[in-house]
């Protein structure tokens, strides 16, 4: 049964670079897309971006600026680097596994890891 | 970006009812993921492209729906069943979801 987690610093300074792995275990990485979503305590849901095995890319391009995703197939990981953060990025980060089939759902959830920023 | 609209944003209702929850978008979507949150959790899926049960879902959750007006709907209101649900498009990107609908107990 495929298990994604999150880890990374739970506290980041305003204007720094907050920087998160996602670590798949359970299942190969192969012909799935891998997302970041996060959450601001008590609002909704925001998709930040997906990546694609090969590496591929696509973000919200209302962070896309500040943005990266990047894959390591070979460690069954992918990373999520926001920078620039401020304190509207205080918010639960919660890695997915998404399914390119007709529709793009996202099957598989971490737990999620809380962010503050804060100085 | 399409903006997806959920309605109600929180409802009250009793073990045994149905409920329905309804979700809709801006512009024709063909499709539609629905998703259950319970407090401190990470979102489940439950339903995907608006009508397939997710596996090991129950079936009293059952969705529906086209075009721009999608429903969730719950035939009979178990107590692990009150928790937020979102809806969320795959249509285009960036993928956007609905604002969400508490369950509550009455």
């Known amino acids: 049964q495929v298990q994604l987690q999150e880890s990374g610093p739970g506290l980041e300074k305003p204007s720094e670079t907050l920087s998160l792995t996602c670590t798949v275990s359970?299942?190969?990485?192969?012909?799935?897309?891998w997302s970041w979503i996060r959450q601001v305590p008590g609002k909704g849901l925001e998709w930040i971006g997906y990546?694609?095995?090969?590496?591929?890319?696509n973000y919200n391009p209302s962070l896309k600026s500040r943005v990266t995703i990047s894959v390591d197939t070979s460690k069954n990981q992918f990373s999520l680097k926001l920078n620039s953060v401020t304190a509207a990025d205080t918010a639960v980060y919660f890695c997915?596994?998404?399914?390119?089939?007709?529709?793009?759902?996202?099957?598989?959830w971490g737990k999620g890891t809380t962010v503050t920023v804060s100085s | 970006d399409i903006q997806m609209t959920q309605s109600p944003s929180s409802l009250s209702a009793s073990v045994g009812d149905r409920v329905t929850i309804t979700c809709r978008a801006s512009?024709?979507?063909?499709?539609l993921n629905w998703y259950q949150q319970k407090p401190g959790k990470a979102p489940e899926l439950l339903i995907y492209?608006?009508?397939s049960l997710q596996s090991g879902v129950p079936s009293r959750f059952s969705g529906s729906g086209s075009g721009t007006h999608y429903t969730l709907t719950i035939s009979s209101l178990q107590p692990e069943d009150f928790a937020t649900y979102y809806c969320?498009?795959?249509?285009?990107?960036?993928?956007?979801f609905g604002g969400g609908t508490k369950v509550e107990i009455k």
């Open positions: 997915a596994r998404a399914v390119p089939t007709g529709t793009f759902y996202m099957d598989v």
């Open positions: 359970g299942d190969s990485m192969r012909s799935y897309y």
């Open positions: 990546i694609y095995d090969s590496g591929s890319s």
């Open positions: 512009q024709n979507i063909h499709n």
């Open positions: 492209a608006a009508s």
């Open positions: 969320q498009q795959s249509y285009s990107t960036p993928l956007t």
